[in-house]
């Protein structure tokens, strides 16, 4: 694992980067791709909502979390986390592998 602090800490940043990295994604999948607990990226989310550079909406019964497109440089903020991405291939790895729709119903596992 690259050491990854640029915000604030390596959590935060890791957060973030999956956040760019998902576009649109929920606490729990985050908290899955990152090997965080999700209390903990639940109070990043939050902590990044209040400052403004997440926004969320809540989508039925889940909370959905994306970068917010309204913080001042959003785009110039977007193309850093993906490009610092680049730094930890193995995030871009795991992201890749996520299965980012719902199994057909009574489709064996």
Do not use: C, H, W
Request: hydrophobic share 40%; charged share 30%; glycine share 6%.
């Amino acid at each position: 694992m690259v050491n990854m602090k640029l915000f604030g800490s390596t959590s935060r940043s890791k957060i973030l980067t999956l956040v760019a990295l998902l576009g649109e994604t929920y606490p729990r999948e985050l908290a899955r791709v990152s090997d965080a607990p999700l209390p903990s990226v639940q109070r990043m989310v939050n902590d990044l909502e209040r400052e403004g550079v997440v926004a969320s909406r809540i989508v039925g019964a889940n909370r959905e979390v994306r970068l917010n497109p309204r913080f001042y440089g959003a785009d110039e903020l977007r193309a850093l986390l993906l490009k610092y991405a680049k730094r930890d291939p193995g995030l871009e790895r795991r992201v890749s592998q996520l299965r980012r729709r719902p199994r057909r119903a009574g489709k064996p596992l």
